[in-house]
């Protein structure tokens, strides 16, 4: 693995930021992640922090009724973003929590707690912090919009429901899913793309890929170039 671009402070230029959006299974943090190890940056996926956010209340709050922006930010406050070799790692009260995060109670209630605007700030918050002092690929809803306007690399991933689902399953199954079992997954992810619609945002200077018909290996190329090409053309300029 290459090292994180290094910075010359005297020219304070920050590290650079690759911000990848794009609705729920579009393969945005499987593409991140991958991104990130070819470039030598570490992978921040935003949702992670949501759904530690929503693991910390959940902990703390059984019944989601009674969540208030309070409680979960008083709850959030044992999220941490924890870097790793390759990665900034969401974890709860100081340990990995992958199974919880990606589990069911969670990913059903989970955008309760990211329509919160002041913690949308705190995941904001975190996610400026860890792109201060290492290059970083993030990934997200709204990443290249609210959090890193000025990022010199905004992709938007879309692909359609149908393929999104049946990847979905394929990687959580293991084997190949059923007709029934993609209409029943697609319905899943259409409904949460319309709960999550009005955090989703593609900015106006973000590439759109649509991944429907491309390998993962394709879309990882695709970005890395265009991230090279950013990385030899970049100026000292803030924010990536
Ligand atoms: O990306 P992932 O599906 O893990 O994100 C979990 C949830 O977090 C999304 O369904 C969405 O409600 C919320 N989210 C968000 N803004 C982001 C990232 C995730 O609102 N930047």
Not at 16 to 22: C, E, K, R, W
Not at 73 to 102: I, K, N, W
Not at 143 to 149: E, K, L
Request: without cysteine; hydrophobic residues 40%; neutral net charge.
């Amino acid at each position: 693995m290459t090292s994180p671009v290094s910075e010359s402070p005297e020219r304070r230029v920050r590290p650079l930021v690759v911000a990848i959006d794009g609705p729920a299974a579009s393969g945005k943090s499987s593409t991140a992640k991958w991104v990130a190890r070819e470039l030598g940056f570490r992978h921040v996926d935003s949702g992670a922090l949501y759904r530690a956010a929503t693991a910390a209340t959940l902990r703390a709050h059984p019944d989601s009724g009674v969540w208030t922006e309070d409680r979960v930010l008083a709850a959030a406050a044992s999220v941490s973003l924890a870097a790793t070799d390759t990665s900034f790692q969401a974890r709860v009260a100081g340990r990995e929590a992958e199974a919880e995060l990606r589990g069911a109670e969670v990913t059903s209630r989970v955008s309760i707690v990211a329509k919160m605007p002041r913690v949308r700030a705190w995941v904001n918050d975190r996610v400026r912090e860890a792109a201060e002092g290492h290059a970083i690929v993030v990934d997200g809803r709204d990443m290249g919009t609210a959090v890193f306007p000025q990022a010199r690399v905004k992709i938007f991933l879309v692909a359609d429901p149908w393929e999104r689902a049946r990847r979905r399953l394929l990687q959580r199954l293991e084997r190949l899913p059923t007709e029934e079992e993609i209409a029943e997954e697609t319905d899943a992810l259409v409904q949460r793309d319309a709960k999550d619609e009005s955090q989703t945002q593609r900015a106006n200077d973000a590439v759109l890929i649509d991944t429907t018909y491309l390998t993962q290996e394709e879309q990882v190329e695709r970005i890395v170039a265009l991230a090279r090409r950013a990385q030899k053309g970049r100026s000292p300029d803030p924010a990536g």
